[in-house]
């Protein structure tokens, strides 16, 4: 048993499946500019990553660079005759020391160097002086030296600072420290370069300790001369992550790694590390127990690859407002023209003229189709109306044949002899009968016209009521009420005898002077209602009455069924016959017919439009 597949589109309408279209059409490049921007975003952060781990390790080298320009100049003053002479000698006189003291600071001043903004390294040197030699000497520096001519201090054991000694154990090594108190106030706090001061002659025995001072800002010309995104910071720490310089106010605070990032104990390594916040790049030399840091923050970062998001919006943007007129287009050009035929396709009722015809403005497949479809209407109506028009014709065509069996002439001379011999021989009963049997051929006959006066119609009924009054001496009455303005209007010849006719024979046959049939005309708006309506005494099945002039049921009352069939052929399908209960006794048939005079009823023929009639 073969499966049969359905496409599932066939359950939506075609608006709906244009809708479905355009999402589809769009939804990749909602896709595709987000995966562009997520990939663009990835890839600029591994490309600026790598470009400033090169960076960062560039920087690091001019950093030591700078402070190996400062060594060497401690290298020379330390190998000066001046300060190898400030060992403390028994044989120095009061007035040696105090040459040696200003010879010294006049070397130290010569060797400051300048930096940007006004600032200076300044040189301090820090003699071991045990014996307190130079009493004279000031104890207290200042980290500006402009502010204090000394620039030689002197210190014992009992006066040695923990940057003293850390220099001292360095054994002639550069250490960079941070000297909280340098100065005579308590919070003023410099990062320095210190080295030991040994002698030349003999190795053991220590000078001091030479100090450069405001190495931060040193240090802080080299980070200018790296430029950054916005709000991006570089600093320069020790093994234990503690600030050394910073290009901002942190200096001697701790600094927080991500914990993602971890440094080992390599010579020399350059790490990076990626957060939500921001990029973190690093370079270490376990050597100089110094690490640089970049930190960049990731917004502004992005804020780089705006340019390039704009331009991938951008042409998202155009590409779905262009996908938007194309469907707008396409909507206006194909839904709306194939609307409209599905509610000409609905709301068409075959038979009934078309409002109007589409003009041929399109040649593609919906105009063929829409012009296909009024054509297709239009050959269906012209269909109807001339199975319409042959029918009446056929119909007409065999009443007339049934009328040219008989000379109408001959018929009406002949009546008129019989009448008049009656009426002279003394019979005027019979001479009655044959005048109204006269008139009932006559009106019956009414010159092949189908459609007779109201007026002339109640003629033919009553000659028709008269005859079987006298001919079967009924003894029921029959009242006519009937409304002067009817009278002209049309109605198909021989309509209401048949109902007459079943009145008598089904209703008031039997019930002698008790019998009673009331035949109306009445004007309703723009119809005329008939009614003839009986008081027998036997029930009437209503219902199977009314199947059977609908041709709903098959069987007897071929009368009434044929004058129903020809009121809807000249009238329209919904007028014709209506059978009902009559109270509190009897059978009432209603026949309803639209107001129709003569002169319209002529000019519609003369037209040849048998199919509005």
């Keep these: 048993m073969r499966l049969k597949l359905t496409n599932p589109l066939t359950r939506m309408n075609v608006r709906q499946q244009l809708i479905l279209l355009f999402l589809i059409l769009v939804s990749p490049v909602i896709l595709l500019n987000w995966y562009a921007n997520s990939k663009a975003e990835a890839i600029l952060k591994e490309h600026v990553t790598s470009a400033y781990e090169e960076l960062n390790k560039q920087n690091h080298f001019l950093i030591n660079r700078d402070i190996d320009t400062i060594s060497r100049i401690m290298t020379t003053i330390i190998q000066n005759p001046t300060t190898q002479s400030m060992i403390s000698k028994k044989t120095d006189t009061e007035f040696d020391r105090v040459v040696k003291y200003g010879d010294m600071n006049t070397l130290l001043g010569n060797n400051s160097v300048g930096l940007f903004g006004g600032e200076a390294i300044y040189y301090f040197l820090f003699v071991y002086d045990p014996h307190n030699s130079y009493p004279f000497a000031p104890t207290i520096p200042d980290i500006n030296r402009r502010n204090n001519g000394s620039s030689v201090f002197f210190y014992s054991e009992d006066t ?90 942190t200096m001697g605070e701790k600094f927080r790694f991500p914990d993602a990032l971890k440094t080992g104990q390599s010579m020399e390594e350059t790490l990076s590390e990626v957060t939500d916040d921001s990029i973190y790049v690093v370079h270490t030399k376990y050597s100089l127990q110094q690490k640089l840091v970049y930190t960049i923050p990731t917004q502004s970062l992005l804020q780089q690859q705006s340019a390039l998001k704009r331009v991938i919006q951008t042409i998202s943007i155009v590409y779905s407002v262009f996908a938007i007129v194309v469907m707008m287009y396409f909507w206006r050009s194909l839904m709306n023209p194939l609307r409209k035929l599905a509610m000409f396709a609905r709301s068409h009722e075959p038979g009934k003229p078309l409002s109007s015809s589409p003009s041929k403005e399109r040649n593609d497949e919906v105009g063929v189709l829409i012009h296909s479809v009024h054509n297709m209407a239009n050959r269906i109506n012209d269909m109807i109306h001339e199975q319409y028009s042959m029918e009446i014709k056929q119909k007409e065509s065999q009443l007339q044949l049934l009328y040219q069996q008989i000379n109408p002439h001959l018929l009406y001379n002949t009546l008129e002899s019989i009448y008049w011999k009656s009426s002279l021989e003394g019979n005027t009963g019979s001479a009655e009968m044959i005048k109204e049997l006269s008139k009932l051929m006559r009106i019956s006959l009414s010159r092949g016209r189908e459609l007779i006066t109201i007026e002339e119609e109640l003629e033919h009924a009553r000659a028709y009521t008269s005859l079987q009054q006298k001919r079967y001496e009924y003894g029921f009455t029959i009242r006519w009420e009937i409304e002067e303005e009817t009278l002209p209007y049309l109605i198909p010849k021989i309509t209401l005898q048949p109902l007459i006719e079943n009145a008598i024979i089904h209703g008031v046959i039997h019930m002698g002077e008790d019998g009673e049939i009331v035949v109306s005309a009445r004007s309703d708006g723009e119809l005329i209602r008939l009614s003839v309506e009986d008081n027998g005494y036997k029930p009437a099945d209503v219902a199977r009455i009314n199947r059977l002039i609908s041709d709903e049921e098959s069987g007897a009352g071929y009368g009434i069924k044929n004058v129903n069939k020809r009121i809807q052929l000249h009238f329209g399908s919904e007028f014709g016959l209506r059978y009902e209960a009559r109270e509190p006794e009897g059978t009432r048939v209603d026949a309803t017919i639209p107001k129709r005079l003569a002169e319209a009823a002529e000019q519609r023929q003369g037209r040849g439009d048998n199919a509005d009639v």
Excluded at 178 to 186: C, E, R, S, V, Y
């Design 160 to 249: 040695k600072t923990s940057w003293i000694e850390a220099a001292l154990a360095a054994k002639g090594k550069g250490v960079l420290a941070l000297i909280d108190n340098f100065g005579p106030k308590g919070d003023q706090m410099t990062l320095a370069y210190l080295r030991a001061v040994n002698s030349i002659t003999n190795g053991r025995s220590v000078v001091g300790v030479l100090v450069a001072t405001k190495m931060d800002k040193k240090i802080e010309e080299a980070f200018r001369t790296v430029s950054l995104p916005e709000g991006g910071q570089l600093y320069l720490t020790d093994w234990s992550d503690r600030i050394l310089a910073a290009t901002t106010p």
